[in-house]
């Protein structure tokens, strides 16, 4: 099946710090990639919309300037936290978008859990 | 917001019952898919059921849709301790994004 995967799997930094984290579809193409954030014991919340080649398209209440996003190629997109702070800490998870004649599907990476301090 | 809300919050059965689970949601919708994650794990897709579909099984789960409800259910049969996780909902709208619910904690006691 599809594989998707996300750089790094945790991180710790300080508070003030930007952070990049990397979303990479292994074996397919997707034009669109999503990207979620999770508190612990909470559900996934969308926080923006990823699509190849535009601009993201963000969640209401989602800050822009804080979570930057770039999707540069159908294989990568990245989210930078900038000037993360301790409430930034959360665990990240990316999907894309696979689309092919027969099925329109999200494939999910692993998550990468930040913590700041 | 478009998340949707499930019930119960958590989930205690012993081994070998059947666990059932709610997920409620406010927008109309193009499927519905339910997914597992493991405590601090990526998402592992269960099954996906369209918006005109009623009812779909996959080995022990069935789901259910009741769009005049705005609803869905996942039955799991014969549970086993593996089946431990969280489970939630995912209400799929337009440009395939999607909206989890609020997730349903499973506890399946050996």
């Known amino acids: 099946g599809a594989v998707v995967s996300q750089h790094p799997s945790w991180v710790i930094c300080k508070s003030g710090t930007s952070v990049k984290i990397e979303c990479r579809s292994l074996?397919?193409?997707?034009?669109?990639m999503f990207w979620y954030r999770q508190f612990p014991k909470q559900s996934l919340m969308l926080m923006a919309t990823s699509n190849e080649g535009s601009k993201a398209t963000y969640e209401q209440g989602v800050e822009k300037d804080k979570f930057l996003i770039n999707h540069a190629s159908l294989t990568l997109s990245t989210l930078t936290v900038t000037s993360a702070h301790p409430e930034d800490s959360s665990f990240y998870i990316c999907s894309a978008r696979l689309r092919t004649q027969y099925k329109d599907t999200q494939y999910f990476g692993p998550g990468t859990r930040l913590t700041v301090l | 917001s478009q998340q949707g809300e499930e019930d119960p919050q958590a989930l205690s059965i012993q081994e070998g019952e059947n666990a059932t689970m709610n997920c409620s949601y406010k927008t109309s919708i193009n499927n519905l898919q339910w997914y597992r994650q493991n405590s601090g794990r990526g998402l592992v897709h269960l099954i996906l059921?369209?918006?005109?579909?009623r009812e779909k099984h996959s080995g022990r789960l069935r789901v259910t849709l009741d769009t005049s409800k705005k609803s869905s259910s996942l039955l799991i049969t014969a549970s086993r301790a593996a089946d431990t996780a969280s489970y939630f909902c995912a209400t799929g709208v337009t440009g395939n994004q999607f909206y989890f619910g609020t997730g349903t904690s499973l506890t399946v006691i050996p």
């Open positions: 059921i369209r918006s005109n579909e």
């Open positions: 074996d397919f193409q997707a034009t669109t």
